[in-house]
């Protein structure tokens, strides 16, 4: 047994977990629930950053892991729980009777994420990944409109078993060529064809959760039917940690190896330009950023594929900023759709007159996801970009700019029609003071980590350098 | 090329039992038909009545909370195993009872939400 405290971070959310499951039993009201929520949120976020420079294994030796790289993830991953459930105060689409619950779904998934990016063992990875999943499947069900979100889980539910069964294959392969399920021994084996494609087949259960091309079905029709909480939540913090995962089994796991490089390139290409161009004809808006996660779990592709040190960590850097950024998208979709309704582009009209506040919170996050500056989208796309440059990879560069390019499209068009057009209906949208701090603390964010992106580059290249 | 050799094989294999499964029983098994085999299923108790009978949707639940405990027993018999040695006698039932209390919470979650109430 080695250090325990190493695991507090996760025990606290895990505690924050087991609150919000005794106030759940003992029939509190939502509000107390919530506020505890929120509360152990914020531990949550200030035990991993207070935990940012440990490093160790908390149990047996090379089954878990605590460096530099899981500690930075991890706080991305609190950050997006705390900020998910700090806008939850009063959440209109989700079931009136299921409320309760669904911090509860939120902490352990989150435990689970946390989990998963210091797993470096294969089983270990596998059951943190099924944890994580299991919450966000119930918390898709919760949608107000029980059709949609029996649909949005359903999807979600098979998709992700399918993908499930596919790793469990795709570990049983490395298991059969590396005699190991652990990490550091598999990296010692000489990597054969067989052993790649047992990589790749891994892969493919967290290039579903990150929404990668061929794996990226389940995004637009979950996204649109699941409460907007909850997809707040699925879009911020469990892409952190799929690529978390992603860089370990990479880095960790073994050599760069042609074959396995070209397929992720052709995944990279794919996953940019299919969630592009799908977005551009969408009117739903969070079907927009359903497929614009796509697109950018392609950006986020390219720094993996580099293959590099700098790649690695400018792929950290972009996963752990990319959550304020979706953040505050979604933290408009959540006070527009406060009756449990989809926002689509017309009821966004006019949001300016309506309520200043959220049509800058949008217009911060959908600038971040074009990257354009001062925000930090746009130091992400640039070190993503850079590091593909330094690996000889310019023509991937510039289809990521192209990509770039069309993306500006159905991003800015969301910003004229919150700023340009008239509303159709003039009545100010009320915005309640936690979710006024929370779009403040994302903006905050996104515009601080875009000015001064110094503090964060530097904890991802000692992130990247941990796992390399 | 010597590296594919292992994946070719790995595929032979796969495809081999694929066909083998399908090929043997078709050639050793014995034909026979009657009755039984005109059974809608078989699970060793004869079958009574339509299908198309009413019951309680509440069984559906009660299911769900069985197949949560039943699974979880597994984990009982590796503790059985070791129970009776020096190291672990206390211990064990220690960490047992831990677990159990954790299981059980999944039951006092239903208990509190009204599962087990009998509701038509």
């Known amino acids: 047994m080695g250090d325990l405290t190493l695991f507090v971070p996760e025990a606290v959310v895990l505690l924050g977990a087991i609150v919000a499951f005794v106030l759940s039993v003992i029939g509190s009201s939502y509000r107390v629930n919530w506020i505890a929520s929120v509360i152990m949120a914020i531990l949550g976020v200030a035990m991993s950053i207070a935990w940012l420079g440990a490093a160790g294994e908390p149990f047996f030796p090379g089954i878990y892991r605590v460096d530099a790289f899981s500690q930075l993830l991890k706080v991305g991953i609190t950050t997006g729980l705390f900020l998910s459930v700090l806008i939850a105060g009063n959440p209109g689409s989700v079931r009136e009777h299921s409320r ?8 352990f998934s989150a435990v689970g994420m946390m989990m998963m990016v210091s797993a470096t063992e294969l089983i270990t990875l596998y059951v943190a990944l099924e944890l994580s999943a299991y919450g966000l499947y119930i918390l898709a069900a919760l949608n107000k409109r029980q059709r949609e979100g ?10 992700g078993a399918a993908s499930s069964a596919v790793t469990l294959f795709g570990i049983s392969l490395i298991f059969g060529v590396a005699r190991s399920t652990l990490l550091s021994e598999i990296i010692a084996t000489q990597p054969t064809p067989l052993m790649v494609i047992g990589v790749l087949l891994a892969l493919s259960g967290v290039l579903f959760k990150l929404a990668v091309f061929p794996f990226h079905a389940w995004a637009p029709d979950t996204y649109q039917g699941a409460p ?7 879009g911020t913090a469990s892409k952190v940690a799929a690529v978390g995962v992603i860089a370990r089994l990479l880095f960790l796991a073994i050599p760069a190896h042609d074959s396995l490089v070209n397929a992720l390139l052709v995944l990279c290409v794919a996953s940019m330009t299919v969630g592009n161009l799908a977005a551009i004809v969408q009117n739903d808006i969070k079907r927009v950023l359903a497929y614009s996660t796509v697109a950018q779990a392609g950006y986020i592709l390219i720094g993996l594929v580099s293959f590099s040190s700098m790649g690695v960590a400018s792929a950290i850097y972009y996963a752990v900023i990319y959550v304020p950024i979706v953040f505050c998208a979604f933290l408009v979709v959540c006070v527009l759709g406060a009756d449990g309704s989809n926002p689509t582009k017309s009821s966004i009209a006019g949001l300016y007159q309506r309520s200043p506040l959220l ?12 990257g354009i500056p001062p925000t930090s989208g746009f130091m992400g796309k640039w070190f993503l970009f850079s590091a593909a440059i330094k690996s000889d990879l310019l023509w991937l560069v510039l289809i990521g700019a192209i990509n770039a390019t069309v993306s500006l499209y159905y991003y800015l068009r969301i910003i004229k029609e919150a700023y340009l057009t008239p509303p159709a209906d003039e009545t100010a949208i009320k915005v309640s003071p936690a979710t006024a701090i929370a779009a403040g603390l994302g903006m905050t964010l996104v515009l601080v980590m875009g000015i001064y992106p110094r503090l964060l580059w530097e904890l991802a290249e000692a992130a990247a350098k941990a796992i390399n | 090329m010597t590296d594919y050799g292992q994946l070719i094989a790995y595929l032979g294999i796969g495809f081999a039992l ?12 014995p034909r026979y038909k009657g009755a039984e085999t005109e059974k809608t299923y078989e699970c060793g108790v004869d079958t009574v009545g339509s299908a198309w009978i009413r019951f309680g949707i509440s069984f559906y639940l009660f299911a769900l909370i069985f197949v949560a405990f039943e699974v979880d027993i597994l984990y009982l018999f590796p503790v059985a ?4 040695e020096e190291m672990f006698g206390w211990r064990a039932f220690v960490e047992v009872f831990i677990f159990l209390l954790i299981l059980s919470l999944a039951i006092v979650y ?11």
């Open chain 1, 100 to 107: 309760i619950d669904f911090p509860m779904f939120l902490f």
């Open chain 1, 150 to 159: 029996s649909e949005a889980a359903a999807k979600y539910v098979l998709f």
């Open chain 1, 228 to 234: 907007h909480e909850a997809v707040t939540f699925i």
């Open chain 1, 359 to 370: 049509a800058a919170t949008l217009l911060v996050g959908m600038f971040g996801l074009a």
């Open chain 2, 18 to 29: 694929g066909i083998a499964a399908l090929v043997v029983p078709s050639l050793i098994a």
């Open chain 2, 81 to 84: 195993l070791v129970f009776n």
């Open chain 2, 110 to 120: 239903a208990w509190r939400k009204g599962v087990i109430r009998w509701t038509r």
